[in-house]
């Protein structure tokens, strides 16, 4: 589930037509600041009763799930929305050009062949790039799977431990 690009992971998830209203709202975020202004805030996801042209950062059903909370709703206190300025800085995000730099240090990347928050193409770009030692666990479902004990989560954790042991060592409880 890594975040690898924040502009590509976005055009992929959300289309050309998203990012336009994202650059707008980021061209008068900046005019805002300029007069002293509190920061926009955008929409993490859209809720039932918005409209369906309503801009938000996560378009996918499985985002909406895991961010509101499913049937028992949102956890108290939670906001959703993010700073636009936030949101200009995760799209300026990107990984691909320092994947090379990562050796001698081992890597362990866990993808999600049916994920639609950060796309597994974006991710497999850049394990590829990332010279040895790498190992590469594939899970089936979506991005939100290795939080769930009846998903993936379990199969994520013992990869975890056992690449932790094999380049850490085991502990001495």
Do not use: C
Not at 6 to 21: I, K, R, S, T
Not at 29 to 36: A, E, I, P, T, W
Not at 45 to 64: G, H, I, W
Request: net charge negative; hydrophobic share 40%.
């Amino acid at each position: 589930m890594p975040f690898i690009s924040g502009y590509d992971q976005f055009v992929l998830g959300n289309g050309e037509g998203a990012l336009a209203a994202i650059n707008d709202n980021m061209d008068k975020d900046r005019q805002g600041m300029l007069k002293s202004e509190e920061p926009g805030r955008i929409q993490l996801v859209r809720m039932p009763t918005d409209p369906a042209d309503q801009t938000v950062l996560f378009e996918d059903q499985a985002d909406y799930e895991y961010l509101v909370g499913g049937p028992q709703g949102p956890a108290p206190g939670w906001i959703n929305s993010v700073t636009i300025r936030s949101t200009g800085r995760a799209l300026a995000y990107d990984v691909r050009p320092f994947m090379r730099r990562i050796s001698p240090t081992p890597l362990l990347m866990v993808v999600a062949g049916d994920d639609q928050t950060t796309p597994p193409s974006l991710a497999l770009e850049a394990y590829d790039a990332a010279l040895e030692p790498k190992e590469l666990v594939m899970i089936s479902g979506g991005h939100y799977g290795v939080y769930w004990p009846h998903l993936s989560r379990d199969l994520v954790t013992d990869a975890a431990a056992r690449w932790f042991e094999t380049h850490l060592g085991k502990g001495t409880h």
